[in-house]
């Protein structure tokens, strides 16, 4: 069974940082294509940024230079730096998992998170 835990959104004034935290099950972390993902109110999910099972990322490219995903291999966990948050970053950000090592489109995501929520100030 997938598990995604998420943590650490939360406000933050325009400039300012956070660290997204997702704990996930041992298969999933070590198999699948992870990433996070946002939404906001009305629109699909879409995809911030992805890291296949070999390490290999990649990024929307409004987050890019921004954010930084990265995975904790002795925690299970997967992680979003994001510096310099922007108004428009606001959004419900999920983790999330696609089976398979490669990773692809964010409607190709099957496994969800709670998701957390971030919220920019200007």
């Known amino acids: 069974q997938v598990q995604l835990v998420e943590s650490g959104g939360g406000s933050v004034q325009a400039g300012g940082s956070l660290r997204l935290s997702c704990a996930a099950d041992?298969?999933?972390?070590?198999?699948?294509?992870m990433g996070w993902l946002l939404q906001t109110p009305g629109k699909e999910r879409e995809g911030v940024a992805v890291i296949d099972s070999d390490g290999s990322t990649s990024y929307a490219d409004s987050v890019k230079g921004r954010f930084t995903i990265s995975k904790d291999n002795a925690k299970n966990t997967l992680y979003l730096q994001m510096n310099s948050l922007k108004p428009e970053d606001t959004a419900m950000y999920y983790c999330a998992a696609r089976s398979g090592r490669s990773c692809g489109p964010a409607r190709t995501f099957g496994y969800w998170g709670q998701g957390t929520q971030v919220t920019v100030s200007s």
């Open positions: 041992v298969y999933t972390y070590s198999r699948y294509c």
